[in-house]
Nanobody, 124 residues
Framework: VQLMESGGGSVQAGGSLRLSCAASGFTYSRYCMAWFRQTPGQEREGVAIIDHYDRTTYADSVKGRFTISQDNAKDTLYLQMNNLKPEDTAMYHC???????????????????WGQGTQVTVSS
């Protein structure tokens, strides 16, 4: 199983980034796919999640700024991040939540597979 994130980097506040996560080694359609983020000393928190029917859930802090999407033909997950703020600075992790779990809850305890993460840094 592999979840390979890319697209992180450093931007100024108000800028945009697009994260990608290429999945392999498991049946993509049997999982909800999510983005979590974590800063040092803080718990990992759910940012956005999408199911096989493209139903989405977002954390309140990113609603209206971030968009999660996927390409089922390529087993690839995306996160378009616009109007970035310094508080969005974090390591962003791709995650796979198996069907049968409550995907919209975005709980770390439901995650079956994790990616290594990609760093996003937003300066003011």
């Amino acid at each position: 199983v592999q979840l390979m994130e890319s697209g992180g980097g450093s931007v100024q506040a108000g800028g945009s980034l697009r994260l990608s996560c290429a999945a392999s080694g498991f049946t993509y359609s049997r999982y909800c796919m999510a983005w979590f983020r974590q800063t040092p000393g803080q718990e990992r928190e759910g940012v956005a999640i999408i199911d096989h029917y493209d139903r989405t859930t977002y954390a309140d802090s990113v609603k209206g700024r971030f968009t999660i999407s996927q390409d089922n033909a390529k087993d690839t997950l995306y996160l378009q991040m616009n109007n970035l703020k310094p508080e969005d600075t974090a390591m962003y992790h791709c995650a796979a939540v198996p069907y049968g779990r409550w995907c919209a809850r975005m709980s770390t305890t439901d995650v079956g597979y994790w990616g290594q993460g990609t760093q996003v840094t937003v300066s003011s």
